[in-house]
């Protein structure tokens, strides 16, 4: 009956432990609610503990460095070449902490000038090994810091060391000195110039060396940071004068031959900031034969055996994913600068480029396009595959039979929203001004591609698309196909009220050309 409570056989009402059951799994819900808010706050606190112990040890280790600063410092001036070697082996491991190294301490301090003075001629080479290593450090820091080791006279010594030290790792550290100054201070970088540092670097490498360094090979370890030093030489947003570039790219045609990742990715970055200094540069490429080379670093690389006496290396695992990360980038710098030149204003260097003697550059820019997922590295490509199918309706024709509109999907599909512009407007592009035959074939392929493009939030792409849809739709009307992708009837009807005029307008021609077509793909 109605309003009759429910009661079991042995006098238990059953509506009243439903309740009490719903009641307490409603507290065990809150209990662990409470649980985890309390466990949230445990770990917080656990975190924020961790981090003022971290900030406290730092400012303990800053202190003692700080009053260790006048002891430490009494080495430097000492005559006795092993508290000297202390003193510079100090002020090396204080500058190599990772994070926030007291450069800006070192330098108040008033510890260049000691420094400097351990790397003059006649010091024991130990000594002026540990405080070469120092100075890279300090260069390593703000601008004003590399400023104050150039002030201080530093330049002419690691010069002189480089040219005439007879121990290799002295002659190694202040080729990275050299390097960390040149990099991003273009006076430290004419500064050098104008003390002659190019004769030296090249006579490291054993180019025009005198008697007494031609016997000296170098190491891998050495060349590493020579292509360092010239790579930072020519990057800058002002470039070289062609005197001094000529020896310069003579130096890294030379050292781009070594199958060495870190030697590679040097010379490959530094060619691309060389591109982007001065178009000219190009053409010293040329002249100097690197193209050839520069097209064999773009192939897949076979796996190389380990080498445990490699500089590059650690163990295991570790030194591996190193390695595949400096290919990485020696393969995107090295399509770099493909783009660069195929981006030439000289109509010779796309025709040699794209020529059978460098085995196609777009394919290798098309195979690094879709493997890579650096998001800049994909953006710069697909700017240059357009401005390329714009030169010459040919290299259209080429791209599109090396599966170029796959490619261009997945990155539609998987890039950013630069990259996905990108990737449209070759697209677009590509069925803008491809013949009536070859639309036939293309539509089938780029049919999925316009429906995203059509609801980008970019009005120049909604407009260059509805533009390819209205040529579409006409070729469709003509040849009497049928567009049904209830999808792109979708956007455009959408675009039909877009604040924009021009593409307000476009689009209802569009939708007007596609339903005299035709029913719609779902019409009844």
């Known amino acids: 009956m109605p309003g009759r409570k429910a009661v079991t056989s042995n006098g238990v009402d059953g509506e009243k432990t439903r309740k009490n059951r719903e009641e307490r799994a409603i507290q065990i819900r809150k209990d662990k609610r409470s649980d985890r808010a309390l466990s949230q706050r445990r770990r917080c606190q656990d975190e924020d503990e961790e981090l003022e112990k971290k900030a406290n040890m730092c400012e303990v280790r800053q202190r003692r460095m700080l009053e260790a600063l006048p002891v430490k410092g009494s080495l ?207 053409q010293l490429v040329l002249e100097h034969g690197m193209l050839g080379r520069i097209r064999e670093l773009c192939d897949p690389r076979p796996e190389l055996p380990f080498d445990p006496n490699s500089p590059n290396t650690g163990s295991g695992s570790t030194a591996s994913k190193t390695r595949e990360l400096d290919w990485k980038l020696v393969r995107e710098n090295s399509v770099k600068v493909l783009c660069a030149v195929a981006r030439s204003p000289i109509m010779l260097h796309k025709r040699l480029l794209f020529s059978s003697r460098f085995n196609n550059a777009l394919g290798a820019m098309l195979r690094e396009l879709d493997r890579s997922d650096t998001e800049s590295f994909r953006k710069e490509v697909c700017i240059t595959l357009r401005e390329v199918m714009e030169t010459d309706n040919k290299y259209t024709v080429q791209l599109v039979q090396m599966n170029l509109i796959p490619i261009l999907k997945k990155c539609l599909e998987t890039g950013t929203f630069d990259v996905m512009v990108q990737a449209g407007y070759c697209v677009l592009y590509i069925l803008q001004n491809c013949s009536h035959e070859e639309l036939a074939v293309l539509y089938q392929q780029c049919e999925a591609v316009l429906p995203p493009l059509l609801g980008s939030t970019d009005a120049s792409l909604q407009f260059a698309s509805l533009q390819v849809v209205k040529r579409l739709a006409e070729w469709a009307a003509a040849v009497g196909v049928r567009i049904t992708s209830a999808d792109l009837h979708q956007r455009i009807d959408m675009l039909v009220y877009s604040s924009i005029q021009e593409i307000s307008s476009l689009a209802a021609q569009c939708d007007r050309l596609i339903s005299a077509g035709g029913p719609r793909e779902g019409d009844a």
């Open 76 to 282: 430097l001036l000492s005559g006795d070449p092993i508290l000297q070697q202390e003193g510079a082996s100090y002020f090396r491991k204080v500058l190599s902490v990772e994070k926030n190294p007291p450069v800006g301490i070192v330098v108040e301090a008033g510890l260049v000038p000691l420094l400097i003075n351990l790397i003059r001629p006649g010091v024991h080479p130990p000594v002026q090994f540990e405080a070469a290593w120092a100075l890279t450090n300090i260069a390593c820091g703000e601008k004003q810091h590399a400023r104050v080791l150039v002030q201080e006279g530093v330049i002419p010594l690691l010069i002189d060391l480089i040219a005439n030290s007879t121990n290799e790792k002295v002659r190694e550290q202040c080729l990275w000195a050299v390097a960390n100054i040149s990099a991003d201070v273009n006076e430290c970088r004419d500064i050098l110039f104008a003390e002659g540092v190019i004769r030296p670097l090249l006579w490291t490498l054993g180019i025009d060396a005198p008697p007494h360094r031609q016997l000296c090979s170098p190491s891998l370890s050495l060349m590493q940071h020579a292509s360092l030093a010239f790579s930072n030489l020519i990057k800058g947003e002002v470039s070289p004068c062609i005197e001094l570039m000529l020896p310069i790219m003579f130096a890294l045609s030379e050292l781009i031959q070594f199958n060495d990742d870190k030697c590679l990715a040097h010379i490959t970055n530094a060619l691309v900031s060389a591109f982007d200094a001065s178009p000219n540069n190009i």
